[in-house]
């Protein structure tokens, strides 16, 4: 029986938590007028016991582990139904994870509970616009714009409105959008599509090249861009231009899947250091930052990614981030041969003598005692 049992479990799928099996519908309905009262200051659900969940569940959130966040607030809402920040940032999880029914469907029932929050639910407008409900994203956009006007909101609509083949009403929300905030690069992007759509090539022009300032790594503006300069005559520079849009969007796509494998397994050091590799084959200085904070928030003191830190700063040519790479890594190297054999490099290459000869010594010995055990 117990032979059984053992095959049983083997044979069960072993590609996610239970969690992802669950769905928003199973969630308890709270007696009537529960949460009336409900004030976002309020830091603690009223049961003590649920308070463990939520911190289990906002813990795995700063980590950036989706799933494991979720199962928090599935826990929470078992102990605690329509508690509202629950079913806001179990919403949040779900659109994390490209999930967009669950989304919607657990920001309406935040929405159901605490109404007067409906400022709080622009990525409802997002879930509809992803659906490809386009109608309800622009309904739902003006109705959050009416508590409060942002770049994102204005964004939102805009986009909504083009997929509506509202031209001119979706032009002039990005143009409010770069008024917000004029370094809104796929505002500028779109801006380029519009006018080159309509054949105001210059116009076109001057938002693409504007993007591509702001961000020179966004592969879609040079896509555009390659587009206009060809329109305009310049084949030579056109081609260049979808070179450079084809090396980019190479980069973009493997990211992008590599991504999508960190959302349900966000621990996987070789994932990460894939994707820190493709941004530094790019010269991508933004984004290997932002791809090693991630990867450093799972794991503080994880050796591994200071190692490929230090090796994407040296490697880029950047001496002052590497060289906090390297502080960083001597700090938590311990008994790692790897980190120490990464740290001698990057010392012989600075030509830091003393701290070359101390790493040299420190790996060779622990090179000695492995080779001993």
Known sequence: MICFAVLLIAMLPQDGPSVLGRSPAEWSAAPQGRWERWDPSDSAPPQTGAQVALDRALGAAQRGDHVTALDGWFELLDAEPEYPPALYQAGVIYFRLRRYSDAAAAFERYLKVAPHRIGDTR??????????????????????????????????????????????????????VVELRSDHV???????QLHFDAGRVEEARAALERAQALDPFAARPWFLYSRVLLEAGEEEAGLTAHQRFQALDKVAQEVRTLEGKL????????????????????????????????????NPDGVTARVVALEAWTALGRGAEASAAAGALAAIAGDSVGAWAALARHYRETRERVLQVQAEERWRALREESGRK
Do not use: K, N
Request: hydrophobic fraction near 40%; aromatic fraction near 8%.
């Open 263 to 298: 959302l349900f397994r966000p621990a996987q050091a070789a994932v990460h250091r894939r994707i820190v590799e493709l941004h530094v084959s790019a010269g991508d200085v933004g984004r290997v930052r932002g791809a090693l904070r991630r990867w450093e928030a799972l």
């Open 186 to 192: 796929e505002a500028h992007t779109w801006m380029g």
């Open 123 to 176: 990525a409802l407008g997002h879930c509809h616009y992803s659906l490809g409900q386009y109608d309800r994203a622009a309904t739902h956009y003006e109705l959050v714009l009416e508590q409060g006007e942002t770049p994102g909101l204005r964004f939102g609509l805009a986009l909504a409105r083009m997929r509506l083949g509202e031209e001119e009403a979706a032009l002039e929300g990005l143009r409010r």
